[in-house]
């Protein structure tokens, strides 16, 4: 008895340190957030004083707040896009019989495998040549690109899980393959478009190496660079409370949607591992 209890202690102290230690950095940042001045400099751990002062200059000066809205229509388009060419994909993946099939989708996951650097230069000359360099289109061109690998995988295997027998009777009632992944497969499959969905939102909304290759202006450019590139008075300065502002201006968008679809994205990503 002592030692289960034992167990059972050592186990919720392990989540607890792991928890403050996931949280911690987050935490600060708030807490920095609403610092000024030479209160910037004081390693403080619980609330010493309250100033909305970051948060003003940071939708006051520069280019955040049109920032802010490139991220979110490059995130947004980018899972739209992603999702509409997945669900297809995954369709004929999972569906159609074909030779080649496994090779197809062994090669669309193994692209995954190249990190971004590797591809840069060439992804470059591509959307250079398509004419949308510095275009919030080269940023969804070049994150889709990137997101539909493990967004096919995880719907080709979600949707191989779901009986070949809803598919027969659609057949029977003479149901096209678009009005089979749109009315049989679809409502069926919002666990795994919620979890690829979100993770496709969050990857494009934090991605920074191709945002600061594929843009130029102040215009374009999306959360992550723009907040790399904020600058103080001078050179010498960082100004820590503003980038820490920004920094949870835009964190806070993505822990709302987690907590929101935190049940539909854990479905999603136990879809298809148990048979039966």
């Not at 996931?22 to 400099?41: D, N």
């Not at 967004?151 to 027998?165: D, G, K, Q, S």
């Not at 009777?169 to 979100?198: E, H, N, S, Y």
Request: glycine residues 6%; charged residues 10%.
């Amino acid at each position: 008895m002592l030692w289960s209890y034992t167990k059972t202690t050592a186990f919720y102290m392990l989540v607890l340190v792991i928890v403050v230690i996931s949280v911690f950095p987050f935490y600060y940042a708030i807490l920095t957030s609403f610092k000024s001045g030479t209160a910037l400099f004081q390693v403080d751990y619980w609330p010493t004083s309250f100033s909305w002062d970051n948060y003003i200059a940071v939708f006051s000066q520069g280019a955040f707040p049109r920032n802010l809205l490139n991220s979110v229509f490059v995130a947004s388009t980018t899972v739209l896009l992603a999702l509409f060419l997945a669900v297809t994909a995954a369709f004929a993946l999972s569906r159609v019989r074909f030779r080649g099939r496994s090779l197809l989708l062994m090669t669309i996951l193994g692209v995954s495998m190249f990190p971004q650097i590797a591809v840069l230069a060439g992804l470059f000359e591509v959307i250079r040549a398509l004419g949308i360099y510095n275009t919030p289109w080269a940023l969804i061109f070049s994150y889709t690109i990137f997101t539909l690998p493990f967004t096919v995988w995880v719907l080709t295997t979600f949707m191989r899980e779901l009986p070949i027998e809803i598919e027969e009777a659609a057949i029977v009632d003479g149901a096209t393959p678009w009005v089979i992944i749109t009315r049989v497969f679809l409502p069926l499959m919002w666990p795994a478009l919620v979890t690829t969905g979100l993770l496709a939102f969050i990857g494009a909304w934090n991605e920074f190496l191709f945002a600061l290759t594929f843009t130029s202006s102040n215009l374009t450019r999306t959360v992550p660079v723009a907040i790399a590139l904020l600058s103080g008075g001078s050179q010498y300065e960082i100004p820590w409370g503003i980038i820490m502002a920004a920094s949870v201006i835009v964190t806070v968008p993505l822990v709302v949607l987690v907590l929101v679809f935190q049940r539909k994205i854990v479905s999603g990503l136990t879809a298809g591992g148990v048979k039966g």
